[in-house]
């Protein structure tokens, strides 16, 4: 006996189809996620090794500093979020309690022209942060830079100088932990910045000048001298 040939419905012929399409879209909702990086700064860093000045400083950091995070698209569907605020915070902690005698946080600037019972106040900020993984620079490296600017003042509240320092950071990629590489150049950017700002410090005409020698500027001053 000759049986008929098989038939199926056209609901049923569907569904393998339909299943292997909802996986492919699930894989590529998965791939795509693995894809986004966000990571936190670890707040640890070590104190310098460099003389301590003889000044009481009062510090402020203001929010923008405090909670900054750094957010870009890089290439394709990749998106980093970078949080280093409590990270920065702690860098330059870090640098205020060996470079200097005393050092105390404010919660808000003094206003010009108003004694602030310090022999300075200090206001970080971060102007521009930057990085280049390997698929942007064509190398094995992360690398990080960073831009801070250090607003200096007197113990009236009145401007010292404002101060730029540029760091820069790298590490060696790794496939398998991005963000790791990412984040250990992150670090070693802002190390760079606190060598920079414990070493420079005290080496700015400026801050030389006005904090450092007193009695030296105002006899310059009075002199004519710039």
Request: glycine share 6%; hydrophobic share 35%; charged share 20%.
């Amino acid at each position: 006996m000759t049986l008929p040939p098989r038939t199926e419905s056209p609901q049923s012929s569907s569904r393998p189809g339909q299943a292997c399409r909802v996986a492919l879209l699930l894989a590529a909702a998965a791939m795509t996620a693995a894809c986004d990086q966000a990571l936190t700064i670890p707040d640890q860093f070590p104190a310098p090794l460099v003389e301590t000045l003889p000044l009481r400083v009062g510090v402020h950091y203001p929010d923008a500093y405090r909670d900054y995070t750094y957010t870009e698209a890089a290439g394709g569907d990749t998106e980093w979020s970078i949080r280093a605020g409590e990270a920065n915070v702690a860098m330059f902690d870090s640098v205020c309690q060996r470079l200097f005698r005393e050092t105390v946080r404010l919660d808000a600037p003094p206003a010009p022209g108003t004694a602030t019972g310090y022999d300075a106040y200090l206001e970080p900020s971060i102007e521009a942060f930057e990085f280049a993984t390997p698929g942007q620079s064509g190398t094995n490296q992360y690398s990080v830079w960073i831009r801070y600017r250090l607003k200096v003042y007197d113990r009236d509240g009145t401007l010292v100088t404002t101060w730029p320092v540029s760091a820069y950071g790298q590490s060696a990629s790794s496939t398998l932990q991005p963000a790791r590489s990412m984040q250990e150049a992150t670090v070693l950017a802002m190390r760079d910045a606190a060598a920079t700002i414990s070493t420079g410090f005290p080496k700015q005409k400026a801050i030389r000048r006005q904090l450092l020698e007193p009695g030296t500027a105002k006899e310059a001053d009075r002199n004519g001298s710039p």
